[in-house]
């Protein structure tokens, strides 16, 4: 019985212990604080999770702002010519840099870059490295560099895409384009003037200038300098009636694409920058300011004339030794008489002759569309003064003004602006005429017979159906505070004289008389071999003859004016 009641006491107890351990919370509590915890712990993940996710969002958007930022900073609007060609354009390139903390084996890397790039300084390379900074070794990489420098598999090999302003006429328009930095500023020509035109605009810049006619034009010039040996020239093509400018060109030039520090003053621009004495051309001017005043008339005749004067010590005197001695005025200019010059500035006097060369343009700096404009000479005014001026001796002006002033006396007396920049055709252009129509009247014939009869100086230039009229100007080149033997050759010609629509100047620096080459007259003469005379009409006349030929056909089609 005993044990009986013992086993159930046991089974009771037994139970007991496990219904009571069925109901002690303690585990339970502890499972749920736990998950609690790793709730808590998720959470606060994923809060920190979802900041960064925003954080680098709009970090992202920073960055890419930057970027967009970066690249219209960089950014410059192409630049055209009259017919759409591109002068300049902003591309992107790829660029490589060397990071010399990553270089393994720096003579195998010298060696294989010498390979790719044969014309690079090595020796400033190898100093650029041993300072341990990042630098940039190539700006402008061909396909075939690209590919061979990816070979190498160089770490130390940086490549980086870049906006890079490019020329596809690299030379061809050097003086008039100009150049920018490495930090995208224009520092000369048009990039620098029209600088923030360009960085803002997305539409391109427009220019007056033919890149065909451009070409024609420098070839010729190119072949002269074969011919006269010339340390330099330049030319320039212009609309007389509204001052378009088509070409302008200055030797030597340049190839943009390498921005080069040039420091040669001979690479100045010669047609807006030089300043010269430019001789007999301002005959043309003296002339002019004649028929302006009303003081003569082209058959005005001048007797006894002198075979010299003397003014402050200095003598006066005619390069013709058989120039007469008794010329009209009209005579004065075909034969290019310097004593007859002098003599109608001394009826026009010195106020009236100095207000009308201001009138026209000559004497003050002209405002212009680049920065590299020449400022003429000052000087005080006398009668030797106005003697000298009176043939272009001891008075300077740019090429550019020189034009300036024949367009004038040429186109009925209105006075034009110089430009690069197309205009909108669709703003208004009011014309103002500040000389006397007659003026072009009665120089233009004159100026016709310089180049169409025996009597002229031009007579190379008179190429069949172009009414090529102008003036010669041989000058010798003012130098140390005296003059040289060297010459400043130059032709300005008008076409058609008989409704003038184009001036072209041909400026020849220090030209040389050429013994073998041969001179084609274009009356059907027997050619000339060889020459001994440094003039404008036997160096600067037969290259605008050989320009005229080229442009002219191209002139007569492209921009022929509908009646």
Same mark, same amino acid.
């Given at each position: 019985m005993m044990?009986?009641?013992?086993? !159930?006491?046991?089974? &009771?107890?037994?139970?007991?212990? %496990?219904?009571?351990?069925? &109901?002690?919370k303690s585990n339970l509590n502890i499972s749920f604080n736990r998950i609690a915890f790793i709730f808590f712990i998720f959470l606060m993940i994923c809060f920190i999770f979802s900041i960064k996710v925003v954080f680098l969002g709009s970090l992202n958007s920073k960055l890419q702002k930057k970027e967009v930022e970066q690249t219209k900073t960089n950014f410059r609007a192409d630049i055209i010519d009259n017919n759409g060609n591109f002068l300049a354009k902003t591309v992107n390139t790829l660029t490589i840099g060397i990071k010399p903390n990553l270089i393994i084996n720096e003579k195998k890397l010298l060696i294989n870059l010498q390979l790719?790039?044969?014309?690079? +300084?090595?020796?400033?390379?190898?100093?650029?490295?041993?300072?341990?900074?990042?630098?940039?070794?190539?700006?402008?990489?061909?396909?075939?560099?690209?590919?061979?420098?990816?070979? &190498?598999?160089?770490?130390?090999?940086?490549?980086?895409?870049?906006i890079t302003r490019v020329y596809p006429q690299q030379n061809l328009f050097s003086h008039v384009l100009g150049q920018i930095d490495d930090d995208n500023n224009g520092v000369s020509g048009i990039e620098k003037f029209f600088d923030y035109e360009l960085k803002k605009s997305n539409d391109p810049l427009q220019l007056t200038v033919d890149s065909d006619?451009?070409?024609?034009?420098? %070839?010729?010039? &190119?072949?002269?300098?074969?011919?006269?040996?010339?340390?330099?020239?330049?030319?320039i093509l212009m609309n007389v009636n509204n001052g378009d400018i088509l070409s302008l060109i200055s030797l030597p030039d340049f190839d943009l694409n390498k921005r080069e520090n040039i420091q040669d003053l001979n690479y100045t621009n010669k047609i807006t920058k030089g300043v010269y004495e430019l001789g007999s051309v301002f005959k043309t001017f003296t002339l002019a300011a004649g028929f302006d005043e009303g003081i003569i008339e082209p058959d005005t005749e001048f007797k006894n004339l002198e075979k010299k004067l003397?003014?402050?010590?200095?003598?006066?005197?005619?390069? +013709?030794?058989?120039? =007469?001695?008794? /010329?009209?005025? %009209?005579?004065?200019?075909?034969?290019?008489?310097?004593?007859?010059? *002098?003599?109608?500035?001394?009826q026009i006097?010195?106020?009236?002759?100095?207000?009308? /060369?201001?009138?026209? @343009?000559?004497?003050?700096?002209?405002?212009?569309?680049?920065? !590299?404009?020449?400022?003429?000479?000052?000087?005080?005014?006398?009668?030797?003064? /106005?003697?000298t001026s009176s043939f272009g001796h001891g008075i300077t002006t740019t090429p550019l003004q020189l034009v300036k002033a024949y367009s004038i006396i040429t186109n009925g007396g209105y006075n034009i602006k110089p430009t690069l920049i197309k205009k909108n055709l669709k703003k208004s252009y009011t014309k103002k005429r500040i000389l006397n129509e007659e003026v072009s009247n009665k120089i233009n014939p004159i100026l016709r017979k310089v180049v169409s009869t025996d009597e002229g100086t031009a007579h190379f230039a008179d190429v069949e159906g172009y009414q090529v009229?102008?003036?010669?100007?041989?000058? +010798?080149?003012?130098?140390?505070?005296?003059?040289?033997?060297?010459?400043?050759?130059?032709? *300005?010609?008008?076409? =058609?004289?008989?409704?003038?629509?184009?001036?072209?100047? *041909?400026?020849?620096?220090? =030209?040389?008389?050429?013994? %073998?080459?041969?001179?084609?007259?274009?009356?059907?003469?027997? =050619?000339?071999? @060889?020459?001994?005379?440094?003039?404008? @009409?036997?160096?600067? *006349? !037969?290259?605008? @003859?050989?320009?005229? !030929?080229?442009?002219?056909?191209?002139?007569?089609?492209?921009?022929?004016?509908?009646?």
């Open positions: 044990k009986k009641k013992n086993n !159930e006491n046991l089974i &009771l107890e037994n139970y007991e212990n %496990e219904f009571s351990y069925q &109901l002690d790719i790039f044969p014309n690079k +300084d090595f020796n400033k390379i190898k100093k650029k490295i041993k300072k341990k900074k990042y630098f940039r070794l190539e700006k402008e990489l061909s396909q075939n560099q690209i590919e061979r420098l990816r070979l &190498l598999g160089d770490k130390s090999i940086q490549f980086e895409e870049q006619i451009q070409f024609l034009i420098r %070839e010729e010039l &190119l072949k002269a300098k074969e011919i006269f040996k010339n340390l330099g020239s330049a030319a003397i003014c402050a010590g200095h003598s006066i005197e005619e390069y +013709d030794k058989k120039m =007469p001695s008794n /010329l009209t005025a %009209e005579q004065i200019l075909i034969r290019s008489s310097n004593i007859g010059a *002098v003599k109608i500035a001394q006097g010195i106020e009236k002759f100095k207000l009308f /060369l201001e009138k026209i @343009g000559t004497l003050n700096k002209i405002e212009f569309d680049i920065e !590299e404009v020449g400022q003429p000479l000052n000087f005080n005014w006398g009668k030797c003064k /106005l003697a009229g102008g003036k010669t100007g041989t000058a +010798d080149k003012a130098r140390y505070g005296g003059y040289s033997k060297d010459k400043i050759n130059t032709f *300005v010609s008008i076409f =058609p004289i008989s409704k003038p629509k184009y001036v072209l100047l *041909v400026l020849l620096d220090e =030209p040389k008389p050429s013994k %073998e080459y041969v001179y084609h007259y274009r009356d059907g003469r027997t =050619p000339y071999k @060889g020459n001994w005379r440094n003039t404008a @009409g036997w160096t600067s *006349v !037969e290259i605008t @003859g050989k320009i005229i !030929e080229k442009i002219g056909p191209i002139l007569a089609t492209k921009y022929i004016e509908a009646n």
